[in-house]
């Protein structure tokens, strides 16, 4: 069934969101807009805004939820004075003389799409505008809908423990390991920030790592023993099953009933002959650090890291949580550790969600024809708001849909069915502001 094409429906800009070491923008993201943006042309009408965030590729959910906020709504970025204490940066970073989006409201809303740690940036973020941290005026509805894609590390994911994490004492990080290549190259960067062009920016100005704050030397010990990359305050510890445990225990992530959201699980295994699941060889030869991967962590020690979480489960206990993280949650996750790569929910109690496959073969392939005047959108029947509605995707990976744009049918079939889901939503918004 198709939705008709409503001229009065006003387009809400979408803010994209990257994910870990990633901040390419556009470069990388491609022409997707011709495809989401198909029933506004087909209604002459200009395109979505597009706005990519400028936050810290590796910074911790909580910094790039603070720099995400300002540089939407312009300012200087505050990451509140006990944060700052508690982690030891400074409380004030970059100031944006003029936000992406300064009218950014509850009555003027965005939409957001994270890719991988980029999903996990917008749930903090909505969490933060929901506790009143950037101040009583911020409402959780200015996030009008949350796409997180492809398999965002909601409970975090072994492959950080696999890059080097300490499974029982992180944030450490083992010795030698890519995890610690990682840190430094990290360090280098922000070393040599000022004369480093916006792509490879990553946002440390809180922290005085730049050549023109600190001395090669500290930079030279920072490259063997980080105090950012190996502190609670970074990306890296974020997505640890430990992390993400102390974070459900403050419900942080429960859903807002005033947003859409949708996240996409990936799987890039196949069926073969005798039924048993395997890697199609195509996978391998395009990514294959990315198969070499996921293959080691459907093989890593679950046992350690089923310790390591009954660990973290104690520590939340002996804060005086018990009773607020259902035992449930941590058998769903047992399961999860044994049988996926990357967890794509929040398995909090109170979380509702609905699982659909997502399929993107021929029938939906067939909607690459742009049919110009004629256009319609896809009715999307089960749109509704305070739920997650779970994507699977078949013979997909963490990057084959976004963000590389490589200009598949699989890419431009999902790119329209999402520029549909986008337009319903505005279209379901414009309706109700006029009644
Ligand atoms: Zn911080």
């Known amino acids: 069934m198709a939705l008709p094409v409503q001229p009065d429906t006003q387009a809400v800009p979408l803010v994209i969101v990257e994910g870990f070491f990633c901040g390419a923008g556009a470069i990388i993201w491609g022409n997707f807009h011709q495809y989401s943006n198909h029933v506004y042309r087909a209604g002459g009408k200009e395109d979505r805004r597009v706005i990519f965030a400028r936050v810290g590729p590796a910074s911790s959910l909580h910094d790039r939820a603070c720099e995400l906020f300002f540089s939407l709504i312009g300012g200087r970025v505050d990451y509140g004075e006990e944060h700052a204490r508690q ?51 911020y409402h959780p509805d200015m996030i009008l809908s949350v796409n997180a894609k492809v398999s965002s590390p909601f409970r975090g994911t072994q492959l950080v423990y696999l890059l080097g ?35 490879l920016d990553m946002h440390a100005d809180a922290r005085a790592l730049s050549f023109a704050e600190t001395s090669f030397s500290i930079t030279l010990r920072r490259l063997w023993r980080s105090d950012w990359a190996e502190t609670e305050d970074a990306a890296p510890y974020d997505v640890t099953f430990q992390a993400a445990h102390c974070r459900e225990s403050q419900m942080e992530g429960a ?44 093989h890593y020690d679950s046992p350690s890291l089923f310790l390591a979480e009954q660990e973290s489960m104690s520590k939340v206990t002996a804060r005086g949580d018990q009773g607020r993280v259902e035992r449930k949650s941590f058998l769903v996750l047992r399961h999860i ?43 999307h029947a089960h749109l509704e708001q305070g739920v997650w509605h ?10 084959s849909i976004v963000p590389f744009w490589v200009g598949t049918s699989r890419q431009k079939a999902f790119w329209r069915d999402l520029g549909d889901w986008l337009y319903a939503i505005d279209a379901t918004r414009s309706t109700a502001q006029t009644m």
Request: hydrophobic letters at 35%.
């Open 165 to 199: 994490e300490d499974v029982h004492n992180a944030p450490a990080v083992r010795r030698p390991s890519l995890g610690l290549i990682l840190s430094a190259w990290a360090h280098v960067l922000a070393y040599l920030a000022p004369i480093l062009p916006t792509e």
């Open 337 to 379: 550790l044994r049988y996926t790569s990357l967890g794509d929910l929040i398995f909090l109690s109170e979380t509702k969600c609905r699982h659909s496959t997502y399929s993107l073969d021929d029938s939906r392939r067939a909607a690459d024809m742009l049919n110009g005047s004629q256009e319609t959108a896809k009715r």
């Open 255 to 298: 859903l807002n009933p005033g947003t859409y959201y949708r996240s996409y699980a990936a799987c890039m295994t196949e069926n073969s002959g005798d039924g048993s699941p395997s890697t199609p060889w195509r996978h391998m030869l395009t990514m294959p650090l990315l198969c070499l991967s996921s293959r080691a962590m459907r």
């Open 87 to 137: 982690h030891g940066h400074k409380r004030f970073g970059r100031t944006h003389a003029r936000g992406s989006y300064p009218a950014w409201s509850r009555r003027n809303p965005l939409h957001f799409m994270g890719h991988s740690l980029g999903g996990p940036t917008i749930v903090k973020l909505q969490w933060l505008l929901k506790t009143g941290f950037f101040g009583a005026r």
């Open 390 to 399: 779970v994507q699977h995707i078949d013979a997909a990976h963490h990057v």
